[in-house]
């Protein structure tokens, strides 16, 4: 479910249809102007992060590559680039997930208590055994 208070859904909206080349422009000027500040919330640890990804425009990603700024710096623009370059995107439901795996064959679906939407599910042992 997207959050609509969130900057990067509506900076989103407004990008929708750039071109790539644009987007990656953006990315590198939001990450310019924010970073300082993301970079300051990362210090608060979960809790800034939740405030970053409310507030800022671009995608702090400090705790990726802490103690290397420029790592950090290319993790944010990169993941940057990607909240704003799908033009396509549709969400998906924990039950449309889970139901498509099972169509499939798949048993023990579940989901990991992660962030995001980590499911994973098994095998069943006559596919293991036959090398499919």
Excluded at 14 to 38: C, D, N
């Amino acid at each position: 479910m997207k959050c609509w208070a969130q900057a990067r859904t509506w900076v989103r909206a407004i990008v929708r249809k750039w071109p790539l080349e644009k987007k990656v422009l953006l990315a590198q000027v939001l990450t310019s102007l924010f970073f300082p500040l993301g970079w300051l919330l990362s210090w608060l640890g979960s809790t800034g992060e939740r405030i970053s990804l409310l507030i800022l425009p671009y995608a702090a990603r400090h705790h990726l590559g802490r103690g290397n700024l420029r790592r950090q710096w290319d993790y944010s623009v990169m993941d940057t680039i990607d909240w704003y370059g799908p033009l396509y995107e549709q969400a998906q439901s924990e039950e449309a997930v889970k139901g498509a795996m099972r169509a499939v064959g798949l048993t023990d679906v579940r989901r990991l208590p992660a962030r995001g939407m980590a499911i994973v599910a098994e095998r069943p042992k006559s596919d293991i055994r036959s090398g499919l």
